[in-house]
């Protein structure tokens, strides 16, 4: 799976690595949104089932993975600018359709809340509306040792919850990667974990009743952070909403065994590849009154 790589200028003059993976004789175009902490290379086995379907769009924040070298001294990016910079990368490959990991769905919920015309449809995996107990004791965690550049304690944290039920091979990746971030990058996460923190009193979620696409949302059963139960409350929130609970498994779905993948990939071919509904054709709200509106920013290829 050969990809053609790029540099594409975005939102804040900020610099985005993107890699394009071709699907021969597709036109359908799905761009992949990491969490927090994590890098484009944190879908591998989410590549495996769409690059044959679909043309693939993988890219790094300007803070991390293979974008970080390119923005030597990148400002504090909140989620807000996130989902502009989302919306001009969906421009720019002409994606229609959109799928989205863990802390990824805020960034994307706040972008479809925009109604980008191209978008049909969007999966959003291991994310929910609320942050209960777990989420919250864990965001507590996360903030004191992000804060005290811990960088031990942040990859045992992370392994010994959202990352429990992960395979031992993914948990010393998974520390290894964290623990020898750059300083800046704990600074971006410490920033995220406390926007994510004030969720609710910010309300970024007001937002999802504008979207006007399908979502599927997918949960693990075993997902005390981003459960399954919690991410139903999207339901009265979105207007096209579709829930699947995938079995035995935690936060980070099919990484964690083979029968947990195939059960992702099922639900996520059976959704994409169904005849999208029609948008609605008259707005229950202007675009220009909902919350969390952002602003639309062209690009350009860079190099």
């Not at 359709?97 to 990824?104: A, N, Q």
């Not at 959202?162 to 993914?170: A, M, S, T, V």
Request: with cysteine.
């Amino acid at each position: 799976m050969n990809a053609n790589k790029a540099v594409v200028r975005v939102h804040r003059d900020l610099k985005v690595h993107t890699s394009y993976y071709a699907c021969p004789g597709v036109t359908s175009t799905i761009i992949l949104v990491n969490g927090s902490l994590a890098t484009s290379a944190s879908f591998g086995q989410t590549l495996r089932y769409l690059q044959p379907l679909f043309n693939v769009v993988l890219f790094d924040m300007p803070y991390a993975g293979q974008s970080r070298p390119y923005n030597p001294c990148p400002p504090l990016i909140g989620k807000e600018d996130e989902a502009i910079i989302l919306l001009e990368l969906i421009e720019h490959f002409e994606a229609d359709r959109v799928m989205s990991f863990s802390w990824g769905g805020v960034a994307t919920l706040l972008a479809l809340a925009q109604r980008p015309e191209r978008i049909k449809q969007a999966v959003i995996e291991s994310f929910s509306p609320v942050l209960n107990a777990p989420m919250r004791d864990y965001l507590a965690s996360a903030e004191d040792c992000l804060a005290a550049l811990d960088r031990e304690e942040v990859g045992d944290l992370i392994n010994r919850t959202i990352g429990e039920y992960l395979p031992p091979f993914f948990k010393r990746c998974n520390f290894r990667h964290v623990s020898t971030l750059e300083d800046h990058e704990y600074e971006q996460m410490l920033y995220h974990v406390r926007q994510m923190k004030s969720l609710v009193a910010d309300n970024y979620m007001r937002c999802v009743s504008n979207i006007d696409v399908p979502l599927l949302f997918i949960n693990g059963e075993w997902d005390q952070y981003t459960s399954p139960e919690d991410a139903r409350k999207f339901g009265g929130l979105a207007p096209q909403a579709e829930f699947v609970t995938v079995r035995h498994c935690g936060h980070f779905l099919e990484m964690e065994h083979r029968t947990a993948w195939w059960e992702v990939r099922r639900a996520v071919e059976g959704f994409l590849l169904a005849r999208p509904k029609p948008k609605p054709v008259e707005a229950t709200q202007p675009v220009a009154e909902q919350p969390n509106v952002l602003p639309f920013r062209k690009v350009a290829s860079v190099g």
